[in-house]
Structures are given as C-alpha cells and as structure tokens.
C-alpha cells in the first residue's frame, strides 16, 4: 500500500517554462488536494477536488491549474512558472474531506 | 476565512519534560486535525478530532469547539518528537482546510 504518491521530488525550472506535478493514491480516497509550504507561512491550500471531475479553487489558486480525471490521480499543472511559485509542494488525500489527511512525500519546486 | 493561531510557535524541551501545544481559531468547524512534520519534512497525520478528546500513546488532543480551542499534549517527550506541530482546522460547511503557522519543537537530550 504505498498511499499517496508524489513525482518528482525535486524540480528546477527556468522562469516561463511549463510543468506538472504528479500526484497519485491507492487508497480510494474521494478528496484530493495540493498545498504550498513557504518559510514562516505554514501549509496554503492551492486546489482541491471532492471527486473525479469536480475540483476547486483554494487559498492561493493563481498560476496553477488541477484537472481530476480519475479517483486517483490529481495533477498539478504550471503553465508558466514564476520566482514566487518556488516552493515545497504538498498533495494530500483523505476519504471524504472531513477524514482524516494523508501528506505525500512532497516535490521540492526551485524556479530561476 | 478562518483565522488559526498556534501557540508558542517555538519551544525548547529537555526530554522526559511534558507539554502542551495551542490551537484557536476563529469560526465554528466540523474539520479539525493535528499534524506533525518531522526534521525530514514529512507530514504525518496525529489525530482526527472536530470535538473531544483522544489518546494515542504519549499524546492525547482535546477540542473544546464550542470555545474555539485545540490542545495537543505531548508527555515524557523524546529527541524524536522534535519537529513542527501543526494544527489545521475546516470550516463548517467548507472543505478547504486551513492550517495555522505551526509550533516549532526542539527536544534536547
């Protein structure tokens, strides 16, 4: 059972490239979500979904996009990345969304 | 949104000492859950607890709702507790949860 999946663990990009995040869990959880982690600003949601074909915007939603396809996997997309999206990313699962949360290992994210 | 403060966001604790870790927040929540991210970066999850009080070996956590406070309790602590507590909460009626800065835990030998 490896729970929820993250790749890569680390990325360096150059300012306007493009990329994404993948994020996969094997536990059939319903609600999937991607955080950002900053120094001295704790965990900042940026998306979630409650299920396949349903996702939404969180605290921090600009320059990303999310698309849920399937129970399992939520990809986090950069269309074009920027300085300030340097950052520790987070993808987390939990049953229902008002379950317990499982982290992922994370993706250390450097744009230059 | 909902407003989470932690408090202390820094304590130092010779081990064997206990502690205890605050979380308030500002509106009523169904979603409230206590986190512990090692020196590694890992996140893991400790408890699950909207309202009451749980146990899990030398921690235990009550949520008092009503009053809009968390308390995580960490007794006998270890060098492998140091790390960062965090403490996230989920507005009534929202998924999106919100977590507070964290308190920082150094435990010395």
């Known amino acids: 059972n490896a729970g929820v999946t993250q790749t890569p663990k680390f990325q360096v990009l150059k300012t306007g490239q493009s990329m994404t995040l993948q994020c996969a869990q094997d536990?059939?959880?319903?609600?999937m979500s991607w955080y950002r982690q900053d120094p001295g600003m704790g965990l900042r949601l940026i998306h979630y979904?409650?299920?396949?074909?349903?996702?939404d915007q969180g605290e921090v939603p600009n320059g990303y996009n999310v698309s849920r396809s399937t129970t399992e996997d939520f990809p986090l997309r950069l269309l074009s990345a920027a300085p300030s999206q340097t950052s520790v990313y987070f993808c987390?699962?939990?049953?229902?969304?008002?379950?317990?949360?499982?982290f992922g290992s994370g993706t250390q994210l450097s744009v230059l | 949104g909902i407003q989470v403060e932690q408090s202390p966001p820094d304590l130092i604790l010779q081990e064997g000492a206990n502690s205890t870790l605050r979380c308030n927040f500002s509106?009523?929540?169904?979603?409230l859950q206590w986190f512990h991210q090692n020196p590694w970066g890992q996140l893991i999850n400790l408890f699950y607890?909207?309202?009451g009080t749980k146990q899990n070996g030398r921690l235990s956590a009550t949520t008092v709702a009503t009053e809009r406070y968390s308390l995580l309790y960490i007794s006998s602590s270890q060098t492998t507790d140091s790390g960062v507590y965090f403490c996230?909460?989920?507005?009534?009626?929202?998924?999106?949860?919100?977590f507070g800065k964290g308190t920082k835990l150094s435990v010395i030998p």
């Open positions: 979904s409650v299920g396949a074909g349903i996702t």
């Open positions: 996230a909460v989920g507005r009534t009626g929202s998924y999106q949860l919100t």
């Open positions: 987390a699962s939990s049953g229902t969304g008002r379950e317990k949360l499982f």
């Open positions: 509106d009523s929540v169904n979603n």
């Open positions: 536990m059939n959880h319903e609600y």
């Open positions: 607890i909207p309202s």
